[in-house]
């Protein structure tokens, strides 16, 4: 079954390709890139199946030398980590490409270029999650900034080179000091072995020998990318700006996707390449992923555009996240990885339902909205579920992550957790008031009066307004992201058991055990 | 402790107490309009089906011979399972749980069937409904979980249906304003709620009743002390007890069958059978329990104190619910001498208070939504019915023998008196003057409402239609009397005999008798002298119902104060609210300017000069892209050549 890992990052290419050719007919490019999407979820599919949890470290394994000098190989293969998360990039693409059927492009750019560029970044982003040569990751993470920073640059709002340059610059920058760390392993291998090697495997058994001061210094490179990809406080000020310029369906793989490679590289390169560093830097990243709990929540508060408000959002849902990976308990971290799938899962629909709002009243300032359930009830019902997911309601996917972060990270970090455990409350203050902003009232706000009922009117309830509840189209794009809520929010076992296997080998490599044992407790 | 012995037999079909209504929400949701026909029959209809399987299940465990037996424990399926942490999805059916069942089914039944009537002219009946029919499968949940987490879930999930009905009326600002505010409320007591949980597990690995109860001497005295604050502080979110009080009166911005349903009859009480549930754990500790006693003392009072002061029909109740409730948390504060004392305050207030509030929906629906008790008066002869169902109500909860309330405080006053030394004095004199203001604010409701002068005559409500109340339809009426029906017998049944008391025992061990400071006689009789003494001054000041319809500005400091909450809402202002607003605003300057100013600066350090900055945020930055990544494979390439040559 290994051919499948190898179609999932070739079928997208092939994809974009076949779009490209397509530029001159923008709805004949919008069902082939569809069908593109659609043929790679049907392929993480089987991916799903043929992994087997439990079973080797990494699975599906496939390579070829590429630069043999160097040891360098174009490997790739899975463990339940990759795993979902290849599987929840197959799930949203084809929803983002519905979401976006009716988009009005920039003056100039045609649906085939933008579709090729987003089949681009599906078929790179998987290739990072599946990479197993490290020298591979750290290519693929760079490349990875590409056809995104076109895709910002190219088809986004007014300001949209600023955020396309400083969105590049930042994770390049931190990537480049990723790849002296790696360079650096690399060079212990060849110490070691008396060949030069990047394979994964092979330096997490060399490296995670090293000394405290040497892991400590490779670590921090490793660690600096990935905290601004992640991204944690205070390297996260890239995000808003990307988020905020970035066309809606780019934003979902933006905040959706490409931001969790950071918190996976913290999973598959931090812990088992430098155990000694993870935990006694431990505190560090701790100290900034509260930081990033409390002061994401706040800022998410203050927001007055709804895009900058779901970067924030994602910033304190990142907090979480690196809180459970470096508690270092089974539970937590667990939590933290299927916070991951979560976060893709909810802020993704959170954020398609947005992009739908925004195509109704054509602005995104929260304050040229007021009280849309009046003519819009779906609309207003459908930012309600994505918002309840989003301030982990039990029931809904993110309870579960949430849940499980927090009650796995009690028993090692009784004092983060409860710290953290108080975004708990500002999640329902930022999500409840947007919803009041935005949903209830009179009908208000410029943005929305004036496509109601011209410039300058004043709403009338009553009145029929222009402002249309949800098409069939958006019914279908969101229709199975509530299903796959709730689900997942009453039966999360199925892929909790597909992470917990990884998530135990990780820790393991950590050379942790759980505070709390079966039975017997503490 | 009673060990649960697996479900069998009718009781392994437990899940349909909890399916029949999450059916019925799902179908009304997801069918919307094309449901809008039979939506709120078919909402009625799960609700009843809910009810007969509980009465059928409750019978069926009555005959259950042995009690030890009674417990039983439905697995469903294991909700997650990590290593050490199993959270088990199952019911527990126990004569705790299954007495709340009826309740929540019987009492929700009624309600719905108001509902029918109440809601006739509203438009999208069938998704008020849906929402009902949600917020009962979210109570059974909670009380029928077999975990803390799955009482957790039940937990937040009324949480969800609360706000979803209190902000009915979404396009009034106050209303959304209201919902958001109990939910957030809420959530704060969910957070102590939350960390009970982790602290459990933390020290057991397990969050099931059925464990941390039987191993609960594992704790040590602080982690118990620290686990009976956090329970209570989730208590005091959900029963809107001091501190957490504020949201409830606001909640009343939904229609008046929530009002009944959930902010009287059972979501509020949600606090309480948190504690009793807990009971194992508040044995443990007195210094708990006694806390649990002042916030249950403290909250009494302040109803009591608030309620005499507001000209809002329902506010009135509102805060007469949260006083009520402040009797039920300061009798589960007692511990075994109160356990089955709050609980039968619970069931009695269920049903006098719910009938109080269908009765106000049935004045208020009369007289075009008004709800202003000073725009009322004289009403008893329009609405004949509603008055006496009201009345019956009425005495009911002022605790006039042999009236339902009367057997339920009255015991909860006399056990108040039990405490050591000082306790005994201060709780059960708070108790008993309670009983007295109780009285006092009733009857002057019940004068500005049903007697005295119409002063509705000569105005028109805000909508500038005249007042013309009249009765309500049979949907409305028959729930209320059947409600009153409960009000008026329902103490004596449920006490004669210690029925109540001894059919708990498996769930909340035996209801401990001991003498306090004053006899039970003795605290009988000073009940009901000061009951009848507050609605004697409420008769002397208002008898001659000839109220201002405005209410008077110059009033009496104490008066002042319980008209602002006595300033609860005005602290939560200058305590949480604005210095919240400013930091977030300090927060996003900072953010901006500060963090990403460094951010930008170090850029246009790095990139030699500004101005070559500014030349990339405005054109070549393709180029620039493609020559950065050319760069850094030349970066690459040149240190591995320094590196190995």
Known sequence: MTWVLIALLVVPLVGALVVTFLRKDDSKAKLVALAFSLVELVLAVLLWTAYKPGGDRIQLAAGVDWIAAFGVRLSFGIDGIALVMIAVIALLIPLVIGAGWTEKLPAGRSQGGYLALILVQEAVTVAVFAATDVFLFYVLFEVMLIPMYFLIGGYGGARRQYAAVKFFLYSFLGGLIMLASAIGAYAMASDELGKGTFDWATLVKVVSDADATTQTWLFLGFFLAFAIKAPLVPFHTWLPDAAAEAPIGVTVIVVGILDKVGTFGMLR????????????????????????????????????????????????????????????????????????????????????????????????????????????????????????????????????????VLIGSFPTQPVYTILATVGMVLAALYVLWLYQRMMTGPLRGDALVSAAAGPGAVGDPEKKTAIGDLSKREIAVLAPLVAIVLALGFFPQPVLDVITPTVGATLTEVGVTDPVSVQEGK | ????????????????????????????????????????????????????????????????????????????????????????????????????????????????????????????????FAYLNLFVAAMLLLVLGNGFVTLYFGWEGVGLASYLLIGWYQYKPEAASAAKKAFLMNRVGDLGLAIAIFLMFNRLGTTQYTEVFSRVKEFSSAEILAITLLLLLGACGKSGQFPLQAWLPDAMAGPTPVSALIHAATMVTAGVYLIARSHPIYDLSADGRLVVMIIGGVTLLIGCIIGCAYDDFKKVLAYSTVSQIGYMILAVGL??????????????????????????????????????????????????????????????????????????????????????????????????????????????????????????????????????????????????????????????????????????????????????????????????????????????????????????????????????????????????????????????????????????????????????????????????????????????????VVRFS
Not at chain 2, 97 to 112: D, E
Not at chain 2, 470 to 492: D, F, K, N, R
């Open chain 2, 1 to 128: 402790m009673t060990e649960p012995v697996a479900a069998s037999g009718i009781a392994s079909l437990a899940w349909l107490l909890l399916a029949l209504p999450a059916f019925g929400a799902a179908v009304l949701l997801v069918g919307g309009k094309r449901t809008d026909k039979w939506g709120h029959l078919l909402g009625c209809a799960t609700i009843l089906g809910a009810f007969g399987y509980g009465l059928a299940l409750f019978f069926s465990t009555v005959g259950i011979e042995n009690p030890e037996q009674r417990v039983q424990n439905l697995h469903l399926f294991d909700w997650v399972h990590i290593n050490a942490l199993t959270v088990d999805f199952g019911l527990r059916l126990d004569p705790l749980s299954l007495t709340f069942v009826l309740l929540i089914t019987g009492v929700g039944s009624l309600i719905h069937i108001y509902s029918i009537g109440y809601m006739a002219h509203e438009e999208g009946r069938r998704k008020f």
């Open chain 1, 269 to 404: 390169y931090l812990l088992p390449m430098f155990p000694t560093a993870s935990k006694n830097l431990a505190p560090l990243v701790l100290v900034l992923a509260v930081a990033g709990v409390l002061y994401g929540s706040l800022l998410a508060t203050g927001q007055r555009d709804m895009k900058r408000f779901l970067a924030y959002v994602s910033i304190a849902h990142f907090g979480f996240i690196a809180l459970g990976i470096f508690s270092f308990t089974s539970q937590a971290g667990v939590g933290s990885v299927s916070y991951m799938l979560n976060h893709s899962i909810s802020t993704g629909m959170l954020i398609l339902v947005i992009g739908m709002v925004i195509a109704r009243g054509g602005s995104s300032q929260i304050s040229d909205y007021g009280g849309m359930s009046k003519v819009a009830p779906l609309l207003a019902g459908m930012l309600l579920i994505s918002g309840l997911t989003t301030l982990s309601l039990p029931g809904t996917n993110s309870f579960v992550s949430e849940f499980l």
């Open chain 2, 335 to 640: 511990g075994p001498v109160g356990y089955a004392l709050g609980i039968m305050h619970l069931l009695t207030h269920g049903f006098f208070k719910a009938g109080l509030f269908l009765g106000a929906g049935s004045v208020m629906h009369g007289m075009n939504d008004e709800g202003n008790i000073r725009r009322m008066g004289g009403l008893a002869k329009y609405l004949p019915i509603t008055f006496v169902t009201w009345t019956l109500g009425y005495l009911a909860l002022i605790g006039i023998p042999p009236f339902a309330g009367y057997f339920s405080k009255d015991a909860i006053i006399a056990a108040a008196f039990t405490g050591e030394g000082w306790r005994g004095y201060v709780f059960g004199g708070v108790a008993l003057l309670g009983a007295g203001l109780t009285a006092f604010y009733m009857t002057r409701l019940l004068i500005l409402v049903f007697l005295g002068q119409p002063r509705w005559k000569e105005l028109k409500s805000d909508d500038g239609r005249e007042y013309h109340p009249h009765e309500s339809p049979l949907t409305m009426t028959i729930p209320m009397i059947i409600l009153a029906v409960g009000s008026v017998g329902g103490g004596w049944f449920l006490s004669s005999g210690g029925r109540l008391s001894g059919w708990l025992e498996p769930s909340l061990g035996e209801l401990k008798e001991e003498h306090g400071v004053l006899s039970h006689g003795m605290v009988g009789i000073l009940t009901v002298v000061l009951a009848v003494l507050g609605a004697a001054i409420a008769f002397l000041l208002f008898g001659r119902g000839t109220q201002p319809v405005e209410r008077p500005e110059r009033v009496s400091f104490p008066v002042r104060a319980a008209r602002a909450d006595l300033y609860g809402n005005a602290l939560n202002e200058a305590l949480f609210a604005r210095p919240g607003t400013w930091l977030t605003r300090a927060l996003v300057f900072l953010d901006l300017k500060g963090v990403d100013g460094l951010v930008n600066g170090t850029a246009a350090l790095l990139g030699g000069s500004s101005g070559r900055l500014r030349r990339l945020q405005t054109g070549f930055v393709r180029s620039y892209a493609l020559s950065m990544l050319l760069g850094s494979i030349f970066v690459l390439g040149a240190l591995l």
